[in-house]
């Protein structure tokens, strides 16, 4: 049991039109509950919730086995989970008006700015494939030529696998364009000729930025596309640690494993040696260390992190790289395996290390009052 300790833990992220309106539920529900056992109170709430003087915070506590509606003081701590940003989300406004809070976690820049941040470091520039940015149809024809397996473009800020597409020869000089929707909804488009599937790129890629990679072989031997997700997270003590690992596993035919895409997850130490035999726990082992590797060279130029979601891919020779990382990573995957350590700590974490920020800070005692939005 914790020692005596108030604190509360205020988690921004994005409303949703359900109940209770806002993201991601099942992991606010369980912060909830966990929190009492660090001496800490939570509030989820999405940033119109947030009072324009930033003393008080709309949202909802779960209590009692129920979600109660509630008005509470501005957080100690403030754990960022909104995904969504621009003019219309409300987000810059909700964290001007609570910058009195503790930072949970800094972010991370767009995926160019990481790819940039760890090029420049020889222990993590092994791990990264060749990645331009997208300027243009030139910069995609330039990028495309001699690559027979052709090019995967992502968002720069993209999560989740929408908007990303793989482009290739489809014979003579047409060219197939497979891909994710805004939406997330697969879809294909064959050209005759390849001067219209760039400009079709470019189109589709609008105002957005891109960064263009290689495409890369990560498929299992049935075919389905997956990456090794590797959650790492500050512990009580705020020192890294690593949380679990999951194959995620995308649908047959389709480009990516992320979840939201419609994939699943299963243990990766079988999945491994199914697929590289007695390799398998040496690539696994490989994996964990890169994980452990790369938060400190991340935060050095970034500030501050809490958790990090990292995205491994193992090509068909055994070579691994970093497709991607997060600080904003789900924790579902450790639900589908079957994880249940990994589910936990994935929750419990948070809750450690705001504790540990809380005590670092000295902002420790602090009574809690939280009122009934009903009855204020």
């Given at each position: 049991m914790a020692e005596s300790l108030s604190g509360w833990l205020g988690v921004l992220t994005d409303r949703r039109s359900a109940?209770?309106?806002?993201?991601?539920?099942?992991?606010?529900?369980?912060?909830?509950?966990?929190?009492?056992?660090?001496?800490?109170?939570?509030?989820?709430?999405?940033?119109?919730?947030?009072?324009?003087?930033?003393?008080?915070?709309?949202?909802?506590?779960?209590?009692?086995?129920?979600?109660?509606?509630?008005?509470?003081?501005?957080?100690?701590?403030?754990?960022?989970?909104?995904l969504r940003s621009g003019p219309g989300s409300g987000k810059t406004a909700a964290l001007a008006a609570l910058s009195g809070a503790l930072?949970?976690?800094?972010?991370?820049?767009?995926?160019?700015?990481?790819?940039r941040l760890l090029s420049?470091?020889?222990?993590?520039?092994?791990?990264?494939?060749?990645?331009?940015?997208?300027?243009?149809?030139?910069?995609?024809?330039?990028?495309?030529?001699?690559?027979?397996?052709?090019?995967?473009?992502?968002?720069?800020?993209?999560?989740?696998?929408?908007?990303?597409l793989h482009i290739a020869s489809a014979g003579g000089s047409g060219m197939r364009v497979r891909g994710r929707t805004g939406t997330n909804h697969s879809f294909e488009q064959r050209f005759d000729r390849a001067e219209d599937a760039l400009r079709w790129v470019h189109a589709f890629a609008g105002t957005r930025r891109y960064i263009i990679q290689p495409y890369l072989h990560l498929t299992g031997r049935?075919?389905?596309?997956?990456?090794?997700?590797?959650?790492?997270?500050?512990?009580?003590?705020?020192?890294?640690?690593?949380?679990?690992?999951?194959?995620?596993?995308?649908?047959?035919?389709?480009?990516?494993?992320?979840?939201?895409?419609?994939?699943?997850?299963?243990?990766?130490?079988?999945?491994?040696?199914?697929?590289?035999?007695?390799?398998?726990?040496?690539?696994?082992?490989?994996?964990?260390?890169?994980?452990?590797?790369?938060?400190?060279?991340?935060?050095?130029?970034?500030?501050?992190?809490?958790?990090?979601?990292?995205?491994?891919?193992?090509?068909?020779?055994?070579?691994i790289c970093l497709l991607e990382a997060n600080s904003k990573p789900g924790r579902s995957a450790f639900r589908l395996t079957g994880d249940r350590e990994a589910s936990r700590l994935a929750v419990h974490n948070p809750l450690r290390y705001a504790r540990y920020l809380l005590q670092q800070s000295g902002k420790t005692g602090s009574k809690i009052t939280m009122v009934s939005k009903e009855d204020s």
């Open positions: 109940q209770p309106p806002v993201a991601e539920p099942e992991f606010c529900r369980e912060l909830c509950a966990a929190a009492p056992h660090y001496g800490l109170k939570v509030i989820v709430f999405p940033p119109d919730g947030v009072q324009p003087d930033g003393r008080m915070v709309a949202g909802y506590a779960w209590q009692e086995g129920r979600w109660e509606t509630v008005l509470a003081p501005a957080p100690d701590v403030l754990l960022n989970r909104c930072p949970w976690s800094r972010g991370l820049p767009d995926k160019w700015g990481v790819y420049r470091e020889p222990e993590a520039a092994r791990l990264l494939p060749p990645t331009r940015r997208y300027s243009g149809p030139a910069s995609l024809k330039a990028m495309l030529a001699g690559r027979g397996d052709g090019v995967f473009l992502k968002p720069a800020d993209g999560s989740q696998g929408r908007g990303t049935d075919g389905q596309p997956y990456d090794i997700r590797a959650l790492v997270q500050k512990n009580g003590r705020g020192v890294w640690s690593l949380t679990g690992m999951a194959v995620r596993l995308g649908s047959s035919g389709s480009i990516t494993s992320n979840l939201h895409g419609g994939g699943t997850a299963v243990s990766p130490l079988p999945f491994l040696l199914r697929e590289f035999g007695g390799r398998g726990p040496e690539l696994l082992s490989s994996i964990a260390a890169d994980a452990l590797m790369l938060p400190p060279l991340l935060e050095a130029a970034c500030g501050r992190l809490g958790e990090l979601g990292l995205d491994f891919g193992i090509d068909r020779s055994g070579s």
